[in-house]
């Protein structure tokens, strides 16, 4: 069960708001694993924002659960941290276990990620999928403030992640960059490292982008798709070429999303 006596995994995000403005209101170092560097920072949980500049310390996606959890250390000793952590995993989370890791190291997979980085950092540290994390994020504090019905969030990143929510409520783990396209996963034509590594121009990526978004249109009619990562901050340049139905908008924490949502959900699991 969750701090909401809900079914594990599941968070309404406005109330996450509500019941961390009243009761849980807690500053929460937030750390976002990605396939090139860790980026952290410590976050007020009552209003989503940053306690100080991000500090990121890079890696490779051949980095083990040792190293990634020594980097994760860094972080905690460059803010001197002593407080709760909350951390966005690229991959599918259940409970305190890591279940997939399609672009970091394959150690991950099956490991107990809240025990490797509570040992590391020796600090109370709550996991979530770093999608539904920066989804959180956006639901709560940002994009997708107050809006009802199915709303999606999707990051271009290294990965393709996906955070779905309806009224507020996120399905978790929901996994859409993975939606096979052409026999592959989608997120290997779709996401910001695919566009760098094939050189394509951001007309002809976001071409493969609508393609994509059309699948997902037809499975899921969102009310809003909300695009997060890098990438959604030159939105200018390819939102333009994009051919779809529901209406489109840019994450508003842009890649801090993921720092801020890890630190929402750990501060409603660790305020007890
Ligand atoms: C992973 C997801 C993750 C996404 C973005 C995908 O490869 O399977 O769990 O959310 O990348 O990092």
């Known amino acids: 069960m969750n701090f909401l006596g809900e079914p594990d995994g599941f968070v309404i995000a406005e109330r996450c708001k509500v019941v961390v403005n009243k009761c849980f209101t807690m500053n929460v170092l937030g750390i976002d694993i990605g396939g090139s560097a860790l980026k952290?920072?410590?976050v007020d949980t009552a209003t989503g924002k940053l306690l100080g500049e991000r500090f990121?310390?890079?890696t490779e996606t051949v980095y083990t659960p040792a190293r990634v959890a020594k980097a994760a250390l860094e972080i905690v000793r460059h803010f001197d941290w002593k407080g709760p952590v909350g951390i966005g995993f690229p991959g599918v989370v259940q409970g305190p276990l890591i279940l997939s890791s399609a672009n970091l190291h394959k150690g991950f997979i099956g490991c107990?990620?809240?025990a490797l980085f509570r040992k590391a950092l020796r600090l109370p540290v709550s996991l979530i999928n770093d999608a539904d994390a920066a989804g959180l994020a956006e639901v709560a504090f940002g994009a997708g403030r107050r809006k009802s019905g199915t709303v999606l969030m999707l990051t271009f990143g290294t990965g393709v992640g996906s955070a779905l929510f309806v009224d507020g409520r996120l399905y978790p783990n929901s996994e859409l960059g993975h939606v096979p396209i052409h026999g592959d996963s989608a997120e290997k034509r779709i996401s910001a490292a695919a566009k760098e590594?094939?050189?394509?121009s951001y007309k002809?990526?976001?071409h493969r982008v609508s393609d994509y978004l059309n699948i997902l249109?037809?499975?899921?009619?969102?009310g809003l798709i909300i695009v997060g990562g890098g990438i959604s901050?030159?939105?200018?340049?390819?939102?333009?070429?994009?051919?779809v139905k529901t209406p489109l908008v840019p994450a508003r924490f842009f890649n801090e999303a993921g720092?801020?949502?890890?630190?929402?959900q750990a501060a409603g699991r660790l305020a007890k």
């Open 233 to 243: 901050h030159d939105h200018a340049k390819w939102f333009h070429h994009l051919k």
């Open 259 to 264: 720092i801020v949502g890890a630190a929402l």
């Open 40 to 42: 952290g920072a410590p």
């Open 56 to 58: 990121r310390v890079p």
């Open 204 to 206: 002809k990526w976001a």
């Open 217 to 222: 249109e037809t499975i899921l009619n969102p």
């Open 197 to 200: 590594r094939k050189g394509l």
């Open 112 to 114: 107990d990620g809240e």
